[in-house]
């Protein structure tokens, strides 16, 4: 980073806000020394957190807002009566250019919705998507969307493919990222007809996307692609059985761990290589879901988070904005425009 | 068990067979010592594998059958050409009467459409759903659809969750098996039109179904629920999610003890819990996907799988065929004919 940056923080987001909040902030101002922070919350309860981090403070600005979207206000009640809500105002400093992005661990749908009132789709994209990392045998693959959209067309899709791809070249700074479309076979044939007809429509592009083809859910810790594309409703399963089985997993570990005294001094022996897994698949590490689509950077922190999962989501709006990947997807999506629309000569 | 039981083995299915089939029933006919094999395929082929195991031979009946399906081979085509193979020969000899069910590692489109063909579905079931198990925190889950119908109306949810049901209680032995639907949130507003109508008639049902509402992806895992109800499209994603992910952390864990000579000691020390671990989440214990709603029990075996996850797939239908599971499945349909379908006034 060379420029100054600054992120607008949702303080009262999150089940451990504002302390979870101001924690994250504090590591990220750590990370990222350039980097200064608009606070939206209730000034009264940040006075005394901020007073306790005195480098943090000088590195905040603090906007007082009165009213919290609750976890459970559905997004149409957030949108109206959460006019003076933290996460409003947050959402509203990016538009007004006092701030370079959003990070908020509240509310996912007031979010998305706030954040498509306030800030609009980018020109071209018809609905936003919500992605995030995951963790492969190779590094690291993006998917999305994992959640906005529970019926996506062929449009999204292809939407969310090149947003996909522009978003692993950018930020992840891969040449080529390779795409893949989340489906229950490789075969031409399989799955719904959104997907085939999508399917065609990627492999016909003029763009410069490596289309993969089909993937199936295997592949995404196999890290077959660097981006897997689905609807929302497939996305969120995938995820969450994902997060299920990880835990799981983890669990059976430290059962097994704890059997005898032997297991024990044998954990404290491979400690280090555990140790080393457990950074590696630690849910905080990937922390932090883009709204990707929304003309705005906006991210999206999971809402049972610590500071360390915080500051890793404030790191990816950072990454976000310091790149400039919207005015990228723009660029792709003008390219978009131009290529021909043969999905039905290329399936029929 | 206490009859004699007869099971049919498709022994031309699967990557490594028929030695891996061979392997497979030689290990179930220790477990089932009242168990008898009619064994499908290649007499030239067969006769050798089975002198090596006199025991097994003297458990099995041979019948010759000179067609392979492929794994590559489309339903369809495997319907029309393949009428003389070992799959369809074997389920054609449930349905006369001359084995109690049928496990083949082959083709899995070409085994269900072939399967509904020849042995039809339950009266009361449109279509079958594949079905399996799951490791969970709590021992274990079934969850259906796992791929056999790409799009499912309410009827075919409502249909799976009854099927669900009563595995769940005659074959697992569970007394009052909760029922799930899988969906991205908990709330009786979230997801697809169908879900929200098969979440109404189910709780509206007057059936002895203990129906807990939706359940999310990281439920699986958790063992929320006895039984997880989806579509095979999201099913068939969710069941290899979880696939990968269980992989990948075993990937990563071996990892981890070979990094030093102090973690492979950590390893050996660990052993015992470690082994518990392996066990519990071993895929070959997993094997052995079942096609409720067909008029006949049909068990799926992995195609990569070895002998040891082929006897577990004998065994899944060694207990269906025990405990009857299709007789009480039709009666429990019967049941659901008298249920008021009050579906529109208790979504409306």
Redesign the interface.
Known sequence: MDARLTIALDAMGGDKAPQMVIDGADIARIRYPSVSFLLFGDEQRLAPLLDAKPRLKAACTVVHAEEVVTGDAKPSVALRTGRRSSMRLAIEAVREGQAAGVVSAGNTGALMAMSVVVLRTLAGISRPAIASFF???RGETVMLDL?AN??CDVDNLVQFAVMGEVFARTVLGLQQPTIGL?N?GAEELK??EELRLAAARLRASSLPIQFHGFV???????GTVDVVV?D???G??????????????????R??????W??Q??????????N??RK??DPRRYNGAMFLGVNGIVVKSHGGTDGFGFANAVGVAVDMAANRINDKIRDELAGLGATPANSQAATG
Not at 255 to 260: H, L, N, P
């Open positions: 963790p492969t045998r959640g529970i019926e989340l229950v799955g719904h199936e859910g295997d592949d995404i810790g196999a689905t929302g409703f497939t969120n399963i995938a995820l969450k059985t994902a997060e299920g089985t990880a835990k799981l997993y983890a669990e059976f570990l059962g097994a761990f704890r059997a005898s032997l297991a001094l044998g954990y404290l022996l491979a400690r280090r290589g555990l080393k897994v590696r698949t």
